[in-house]
């Protein structure tokens, strides 16, 4: 039995688990161990006090920051599912102007870290932001900062994950179905209520836990608000927790506890539904969906108007707000001026943004590099391997990206701070590796998802064919799958390249002293209240990380020429 389990085909798969363990599943373990066991990574046995969880409800800062998680969570999830999925159906059925730059936007703020766009939005609306500089809008910043008020800033850069979901449930169309309601006298209404909303029911509800689990576990967000508006969060006050005197080790843990909590709640009403509302309604009938022209000429200029008008919310004031802050100096009632200075202050006499970048470089590209390796390994194992813990190691993959960057942080630090580490050299806490190996935990998920995708396409026979011919494990790997998925390495490392420069919430926790990364540096600016200096560090850090990306991109993917070659061969 044990020399099965442990065959040549399983080893790989129990070395992929066991990695997986170590970097997500031991981390997260340990922030639940902590609220049974609070002294347990301190070398105390005593059980604790479990009534300690109750205290959420005793004491006003765990309780509102409960609250708030809850009602911005609640509160984004219903309006940005309802417009993501407004804006998809329409974009899936009409063809009307401003329909790619929708498109654009979504995928940008997808890819735009959700403290970049917090920023744009408080200098766009602080009490002496750009509204009022600019327009004269006194009454911004009494309506942006409010719940409602941030609850709307939320959904309009969460939407798209709302959007995606029911967009691509609508790829395909069966019209038969349609017309078969129609047929029995059912109005365009009726037919959509009865029909097209129950086969999307698992696509909304998909967008919905999407959108809830990045809202509620969002750090970002209420890290740059606090500079102008207290609105504790879950991850707000557990990161707090963690930075005062003394350390709050028991808030941290507790507060992390309702946070996953929160986080498995939402998975298991996704699984649920999904379970419950299958419908397997496509065959040799349906058709893919191709958008429609709109018969009336103003509806199509209404609808585009609406689009140009959301992506000018969604993205041009975040965006368009750290331009102009990082370029313009306040002068008081008189309105502001052109400047240059920001961008001087950012080098000069020695500034935090050259160290921040090169450390947020270093450990970028050490995510990369180790988070292609595990990930490779775990999509061979996932489609290639007959590994009987198959779905766990895939599940185990896809925990990390939904749970809070705030709580494995802290599941970080009580693993990687044990005593007994240090004797054997593995003392990482405070030190830079330690936000390398935090990074591959949240890279993973990207990774595997790119490089499984690519791996379905190549036939298992090629490997099998290879082995028959004496190749060995890692010829097989080098000649046969390294050279047909090189495009999708490459873009698999590069996502997990630039999802590590401006990962705020591991850093934010887990730097160690006089070790700044880009993230920390624009976001101390920020809590500073140096919106120009925060404005010109991410629009320079942010150019340098995009520029390096395309160029890498650019020097290891094929060459057409190659491809050609090879073709002509």
């Known amino acids: 039995m044990i020399q099965r389990l442990f065959a ?40 604790g006090d479990l009534s ?12 509102q920051s409960l609250k708030n998680t809850l009602t911005l969570g609640i509160g984004t999830t219903v309006f940005a599912t309802v417009l993501g999925g407004a804006l998809a159906t329409v974009r899936a059925q009409w063809k009307f102007p401003a329909a ?17 766009l917090a920023q744009g939005w408080v200098m766009f609306a602080a009490s002496n932001g750009l509204a009022r500089q600019w327009f004269g809008w006194d009454w911004m910043h009494s309506v942006v900062f409010t719940p409602a008020g941030l609850i709307a800033i939320m959904s309009l850069s969460k939407f798209p994950f709302a959007y995606l979901a029911v967009f691509t449930a609508l790829e395909w169309k069966v019209d038969r179905l349609g017309e078969a309601a129609r047929l029995n006298g059912g109005g365009p209404w009726t037919t959509w209520r009865t029909i097209q909303l129950p086969l999307l029911l698992p696509a909304y509800c998909s967008g919905a836990m999407l959108v809830f689990m990045d809202t509620v576990g969002d750090f970002g967000l209420p890290a740059s608000i606090a500079a102008v508006f207290r609105f504790p969060t879950l991850p707000y006050s557990i990161y707090s927790a963690l930075y005062t005197s003394p350390i709050r080790f028991d808030m941290a843990g507790v507060l992390s506890f309702y946070l996953v909590l929160l986080i498995a709640l939402a998975m298991s009403v996704q699984f649920y539904v999904l379970r419950k509302s299958r419908f397997d309604f496509l065959n040799a009938r349906a058709t893919r969906t191709e958008p429609m022209p709109l018969r009336s000429g103003w509806s199509k200029w209404a609808i585009a108007a609406a689009s140009a008008l959301l992506v000018a919310m969604a993205a041009g004031i975040p965006f368009g707000s750290n331009l102009m802050t990082s370029i313009t100096r306040s002068n008081g009632a008189s309105g502001a001026t052109l400047t240059g200075e920001h961008y001087r202050k950012l080098f000069e006499n020695g500034g935090r943004l050259a160290g921040g970048l090169a450390h947020s470089l270093e450990i970028a590209a050490g995510a990369a590099l180790v988070g292609l390796t595990v990930g490779f390994f775990v999509s061979y194992v996932l489609t290639y391997s007959r590994f009987a813990l198959r779905q766990t190691v895939d599940v185990i993959s896809l925990i990390s990206l939904a749970v809070p960057g705030v709580v494995l942080g802290i599941g970080y630090i009580f693993i990687w701070n044990q005593a007994w580490l240090e004797k054997i050299g593995l003392l990482l806490y405070g030190k830079p590796a330690i936000l390398i190996l935090a990074s591959v935990a949240g890279a993973i998920p990207v990774i595997t998802r790119v490089l499984t995708g690519a791996m379905a396409k190549v036939p298992a026979g090629l490997l099998s064919a290879a082995q028959m011919q004496g190749a060995g494990f890692g010829r097989r790997l080098a000649t046969i799958i390294v050279p047909l998925l090189r495009g999708a390495l490459v873009s698999a490392a590069m996502a997990a390249f630039g999802a590590s420069v401006f990962d705020l919430a591991t850093t934010s926790i887990l730097f160690p002293p006089n070790f700044m990364t880009l993230p920390v540096v624009i976001n101390k600016a920020f809590e500073d209240l140096k919106f120009g200096y925060a404005a010109a560090a991410t629009l320079t850090g942010g150019g340098i990380v995009i520029a390096a990306i395309m160029l890498i991109e650019w020097a290891l993917r094929p060459k057409k020429s190659n491809r050609a070659r090879s073709n002509r061969i």
């Not at 300690?52 to 309780?63: A, G, K, Q, S, V």
């Not at 790619?100 to 970049?116: A, G, H, N, Q, R």
């Open 52 to 63: 300690l969880l109750l205290e959420i409800f005793r004491r006003p800062l765990w309780y």
């Open 100 to 116: 790619k730059l929708l498109d654009v936007t979504v995928w940008l703020l997808i890819i735009t870290p959700s403290f970049i």
């Open 8 to 47: 040549y085909g399983n080893r790989t798969g129990w070395l992929v688990l066991a990695v997986l363990v170590l970097l997500i599943l031991l981390p997260l373990a340990a922030v639940i161990v902590q609220v049974l066991l609070p002294g347990v990574f301190f070398g105390n046995w005593e059980l």
